[in-house]
Protein backbone atom coordinates (compact mmCIF):
# COMPACT_ATOMS: atom_id res chain seq x y z
CA UNK A 1 0.00 0.00 0.00
CA UNK A 2 1.14 3.26 -0.78
CA UNK A 3 -0.06 6.82 0.11
CA UNK A 4 2.08 9.47 -2.23
CA UNK A 5 1.33 13.19 -0.91
CA UNK A 6 2.67 16.20 -2.95
CA UNK A 7 1.61 19.26 -3.44
CA UNK A 8 2.95 21.47 -0.34
CA UNK A 9 5.36 24.71 -0.91
CA UNK A 10 5.84 28.34 0.31
CA UNK A 11 2.91 30.09 0.14
CA UNK A 12 2.04 33.88 1.32
CA UNK A 13 -0.40 34.16 4.13
CA UNK A 14 -4.13 34.74 2.93
CA UNK A 15 -2.82 32.23 0.07
CA UNK A 16 -4.05 28.68 -1.27
CA UNK A 17 -2.56 25.46 -1.62
CA UNK A 18 -3.92 21.93 -2.68
CA UNK A 19 -2.34 18.69 -1.46
CA UNK A 20 -2.57 15.71 -3.72
CA UNK A 21 -2.75 11.81 -1.92
CA UNK A 22 -2.75 9.15 -4.47
CA UNK A 23 -3.43 5.87 -3.09
CA UNK A 24 -2.47 2.65 -4.44
CA UNK A 25 -2.18 -1.05 -3.58
CA UNK A 26 -5.29 -2.12 -2.09
CA UNK A 27 -9.32 -0.90 -2.42
CA UNK A 28 -10.59 1.71 0.07
CA UNK A 29 -13.81 1.48 -0.39
CA UNK A 30 -14.18 0.94 3.24
CA UNK A 31 -11.42 3.41 4.39
CA UNK A 32 -11.45 6.80 5.91
CA UNK A 33 -8.80 8.99 4.27
CA UNK A 34 -7.23 11.20 6.76
CA UNK A 35 -4.97 14.29 6.52
CA UNK A 36 -2.93 15.24 9.60
CA UNK A 37 -0.26 17.37 10.05
CA UNK A 38 2.87 18.38 12.24
CA UNK A 39 4.40 21.29 13.11
CA UNK A 40 7.88 21.87 13.77
CA UNK A 41 8.69 20.68 17.64
CA UNK A 42 4.97 19.48 18.40
CA UNK A 43 2.80 16.60 18.01
CA UNK A 44 0.78 15.49 14.96
CA UNK A 45 -2.65 16.58 14.64
CA UNK A 46 -5.78 15.44 12.87
CA UNK A 47 -6.86 17.93 10.66
CA UNK A 48 -9.53 16.31 7.98
CA UNK A 49 -10.95 12.75 7.29
CA UNK A 50 -13.46 12.03 4.45
CA UNK A 51 -15.05 8.37 3.76
CA UNK A 52 -13.94 6.77 0.94
CA UNK A 53 -17.56 5.24 -0.25
CA UNK A 54 -19.60 8.16 0.53
CA UNK A 55 -17.65 11.23 1.00
CA UNK A 56 -18.55 12.13 4.52
CA UNK A 57 -16.43 14.80 5.57
CA UNK A 58 -15.06 15.90 9.16
CA UNK A 59 -13.03 18.41 10.30
CA UNK A 60 -10.61 19.96 13.48
CA UNK A 61 -12.06 22.57 14.80
CA UNK A 62 -9.01 25.00 14.02
CA UNK A 63 -10.03 24.94 10.49
CA UNK A 64 -13.15 26.86 10.41
CA UNK A 65 -14.16 26.37 6.96
CA UNK A 66 -10.68 27.75 5.26
CA UNK A 67 -9.74 23.46 4.42
CA UNK A 68 -12.13 21.69 2.11
CA UNK A 69 -10.60 17.76 1.98
CA UNK A 70 -12.27 15.79 -0.94
CA UNK A 71 -11.94 12.97 -3.08
CA UNK A 72 -11.59 11.76 -6.92
CA UNK A 73 -12.23 7.66 -6.99
CA UNK A 74 -11.27 7.42 -10.32
CA UNK A 75 -7.54 8.72 -9.81
CA UNK A 76 -7.56 7.15 -6.59
CA UNK A 77 -6.60 10.85 -5.17
CA UNK A 78 -8.04 12.37 -1.76
CA UNK A 79 -7.30 16.35 -1.81
CA UNK A 80 -7.06 19.34 0.50
CA UNK A 81 -7.62 22.40 -0.15
CA UNK A 82 -6.26 25.26 1.81
CA UNK A 83 -7.38 28.43 1.69
CA UNK A 84 -6.80 31.68 3.60
CA UNK A 85 -3.44 30.09 4.91
CA UNK A 86 -1.80 31.49 8.50
CA UNK A 87 1.47 31.14 9.62
CA UNK A 88 0.71 28.90 12.10
CA UNK A 89 -0.30 26.39 9.30
CA UNK A 90 3.18 25.60 8.75
CA UNK A 91 3.71 21.46 9.07
CA UNK A 92 4.39 18.80 7.12
CA UNK A 93 0.78 17.42 6.05
CA UNK A 94 0.52 13.46 6.08
CA UNK A 95 -2.11 11.98 4.06
CA UNK A 96 -3.30 8.51 5.99
CA UNK A 97 -6.06 5.67 5.83
CA UNK A 98 -8.08 4.35 8.48
CA UNK A 99 -10.73 1.48 8.45
CA UNK A 100 -11.32 1.57 11.90
CA UNK A 101 -11.71 5.73 12.75
CA UNK A 102 -12.20 8.96 11.76
CA UNK A 103 -9.57 11.34 14.16
CA UNK A 104 -7.34 9.02 15.87
CA UNK A 105 -3.68 9.05 14.78
CA UNK A 106 -3.24 5.99 16.64
CA UNK A 107 -5.77 3.79 14.74
CA UNK A 108 -4.72 4.98 11.47
CA UNK A 109 -3.12 1.71 9.18
CA UNK A 110 -1.64 3.73 6.58
CA UNK A 111 0.61 6.49 6.19
CA UNK A 112 1.63 8.37 3.25
CA UNK A 113 5.23 10.10 3.55
CA UNK A 114 4.45 13.68 3.85
CA UNK A 115 4.66 17.30 2.06
CA UNK A 116 6.02 20.22 3.66
CA UNK A 117 3.67 23.11 3.52
CA UNK A 118 5.26 26.91 4.86
CA UNK A 119 3.49 29.89 4.99
CA UNK A 120 5.37 33.20 5.09
CA UNK A 121 4.45 36.31 6.15
Known amino acids: VQLQASGGGLQQAGGSLRLSCEAS????????MGWFRQAPGKEREFVAA????????TYARFVKGRFTISREKAKNTVYLQLNSLKLEDTAVYFC???????????????WGQGTLVTVSS
Open 50 to 57: ISWSGGRT
Open 96 to 110: AASSSTWTEIGRYDY
Open 25 to 32: GRTFENYV
